[in-house]
């Protein structure tokens, strides 16, 4: 079956520390996304690639970073200057605008906690 | 920049009866999808519905339905015959050429 794995499944970090989540999908989508989520905050864009070797900045990227070697991997690396790390973390993809049946799928998500 | 308002932090309902949950959004571009997207406490983002903005007719699937009114940028899920399983938190969510926006989510709450 086609999907989003994500891994680990709980991540624990200690002060000072990089950390990288993974992300891989199947789908054979060229999009891929990174959401951040917070109690009472939604889901905020953290990073996006639209294509192998590209990615743009979402709302909270400071702290973070990506690469995008390969079409079904984005890594997300938590670096030492994430001040407030704590959080569920979301990787998604996505098909582009106008295919049939449009919408983004998600992973099962990554907990990780500072120590 | 694009914003999504849900307005009803919880919501509760009966078993076997109706409720919507609202939102409205912003956005300058003028095409673009709206979803609702479902997530229990596993926490696994799951698809409910999705709409399309050019297109004027409401969409449904099953129980779940939306009021899109396009003009006053509001888009309205209704849930008919609530199920226990129907408890979760709720996002819409507004996805324009190269993003996905979401809203703060509404719990929704069913009692037997």
């Known amino acids: 079956d086609g999907g989003i794995t994500q891994s680990p499944k709980y991540l624990f970090r200690k002060e000072g520390q990089n950390v990288t989540l993974s992300c891989e999908q199947n789908l054979n989508h060229d999009a891929m996304y990174w959401y951040r989520q917070d109690p009472g905050q939604g889901l905020r864009l953290i990073y996006y690639s639209q294509i192998v070797n590209d990615f743009q900045k979402g709302d909270i990227a400071e702290g973070y970073s990506v690469s995008r070697e390969k079409k079904e991997s984005f890594p997300l690396t938590v670096t030492s200057a994430q001040k407030n790390p704590t959080a569920f973390y979301l990787c998604?993809?996505?098909?582009?605008?106008?295919?049939?049946?449009?919408?983004?799928?998600f992973g099962s998500g990554t907990r990780l906690t500072v120590v | 920049a694009q914003t999504v308002t849900q307005s009803q932090p919880e919501m509760s309902v009966q078993e076997a009866e109706t409720v919507t949950l609202s939102c409205t959004y912003d956005t300058s571009e003028s095409d673009y999808y709206l979803f609702w997207y479902k997530q229990p406490p596993s926490r696994q983002m799951i698809l409910v519905i999705r709409?399309?903005?050019?297109?004027?007719q409401n969409a449904t699937e099953n129980r779940f339905s939306v009021n899109f009114q396009k003009a006053a940028k509001s888009f309205s899920l209704k849930i008919s015959d609530s199920q226990l399983g129907d408890a979760a938190m709720y996002f819409c969510a507004q996805a324009g050429y190269s993003t996905l926006t979401f809203g703060k989510g509404t719990m929704l709450l069913v009692s037997p």
């Open positions: 709409q399309e903005a050019y297109k004027q």
């Open positions: 998604a993809s996505s098909p582009p605008p106008g295919t049939q049946d449009y919408g983004y799928t």
